[in-house]
């Protein structure tokens, strides 16, 4: 196995990372500062995009730092997941940058599916203004009223009728739905058919906003913040109809998309957490080095060099093993990647919630507050601790996958 990144990654990751440091990292807290000031809360019909998310974007892409993720040499950087995860752990770093490069989930994934599975005139329709960043999309899968967890259980029906499917569910934490410009959702439901296996009982289909029947009922905050202007909500669908031509790669191949789409994402996922952990990392050394109680620099104080120590081993540990998974996805496919990515979704999270309580418990007061980024850094990882599935699901199916070596289930 060989983690080194080529020429281009690294020369990518470096300037996405002078991208970051020259433009991003000067705005970043008056951006977020604005955003919290302007305290429409739940309310996202009230929210507004400020003007220096279109203006930083617009420069990243003239310089070349655009849809980084996809890695068609044509509309995209052409990078391999593997080189890609180098640029994705600086974008970490920020709670803004992954917007600003067009590599801000869930459009990169929603994008991946368009990109992989979509008709040419899915492509031009929704892949292409997604990819310029002209629009914003959302997904559509987990649900209120049953254990999302298990995927098979969904409630909401995705019925085949003539030439129309009718979608009614409800779905909830549906990232990015908040957003004035999302314009787009891929809805993931229940096609029941008798003669189908249980993993071809499903199916996506591409939903405009403003489809009749589709209604957001409210923004869910968490830990008390709304994210906005991007927003977790929960949408209902009622009798919604749609063409079937809206069905991406056709009734019953939900599950097979959903893995091609959740392999690469949750490299990305992975390698931002692990930048976040290291932006996290840095502000508690800088901040133990310079703040003085009880006569000494806090980094001298209790056990907090070894808790930095014990930080540095596990972010690399992370890195390392987040590398395997996708270097096992460009040279050997998604399939003999399932124990790797799995895993990695398990410790990358659980990487960044210590490093960035270790970081909080150096600021003291200030760690909790918004002076920081600290807070969005602990949200989001307690947060992917159960999107994408939860950690004990990860850690079954790896248990299940070892098993198998021995002839068990």
């Known amino acids: 196995m060989d983690f ?31 955003i919290h000031e302007a305290r ?12 220096r998310v279109e203006a930083l974007k617009a420069k990243a892409r003239a310089e ?46 929603n994008m991946e599916v368009l990109w992989k ?20 999309s959302v997904f559509f899968m987990t649900e209120p009223d049953v254990a999302s967890s298990d995927a098979t259980n969904m409630a909401a029906t995705a019925v085949v009728e003539g030439n129309e499917i009718v979608l009614n569910g409800k779905k909830w ?3 990015g739905v908040g957003d004035p410009r ?31 029947g589709v209604q957001i009922k409210r923004m869910l905050p968490v830990f008390g913040e709304y994210d906005e202007p991007h927003g977790h909500g929960e949408v209902h669908f009622t009798n919604v109809r749609l063409p079937l031509s809206n069905v991406i790669a056709g009734p019953g191949r ?54 930095v120590a014990e930080c540095r081993l596990a972010i690399d540990q992370a890195r390392l093993l987040t590398l395997q998974a996708a270097w096992k996805i460009d040279t050997l496919g998604v399939q003999a990647a399932l124990t790797d990515v799995s895993a990695i979704k398990v410790v990358a999270p659980n990487v960044l919630q210590q490093v960035v309580d270790f970081a909080i418990q150096i600021h003291g007061g200030m760690g909790v507050s918004h002076d920081t980024p600290l807070t969005a850094f602990f949200n989001q990882a307690r947060s992917l601790r159960l999107a994408d599935g939860p950690d004990e699901v990860h ?15």
């Open 182 to 212: 999302c314009k787009i959702g891929i809805f993931m439901a229940a096609t029941p058919n008798p003669d189908a296996g249980r993993h071809s009982q499903h199916s996506m289909v591409l939903v405009p906003m403003d489809t009749q």
């Open 395 to 409: 850690k079954g199916m790896i248990a299940r996958l070892e098993l198998m070596k021995y002839g068990s289930k």
């Open 254 to 307: 939900g599950f097979e998309i959903a893995q091609g789409r959740l392999g690469p994402g949750r490299i990305h996922h992975c390698m931002r957490m692990l930048g976040a952990a290291e932006k996290s990392l840095e502000l508690a050394i800088e901040r133990g080095l310079k703040r003085v109680a009880f006569g000494k620099p806090l980094i001298n104080l209790g056990g907090n060099r070894e808790r």
């Open 40 to 51: 429409h809360g739940g309310d996202w019909t009230q929210w507004q995009i400020p003007p």
């Open 117 to 136: 599975y979509g008709n040419a005139e899915q492509k031009a329709q929704w892949l292409t203004p997604l990819l310029a960043g002209e629009i914003r």
């Open 173 to 175: 934490w549906s990232s």
């Open 4 to 34: 080194q990144p080529s020429e281009r990654a690294s020369s990518t990751a470096k300037r996405v990372r002078a991208f970051i440091d020259e433009h991003i990292a000067p705005v970043e807290a008056q951006h977020w500062q604005e």
């Open 64 to 109: 070349g730092l655009w849809n980084l993720f996809l890695p068609d040499a044509e509309l995209g950087a052409g990078l391999s997941v593997l080189d890609y995860a180098f640029s994705a752990e600086q974008t970490g770093r920020s709670m803004m940058a992954p917007e600003i490069f067009n590599c801000n989930a869930p459009d990169t994934g």
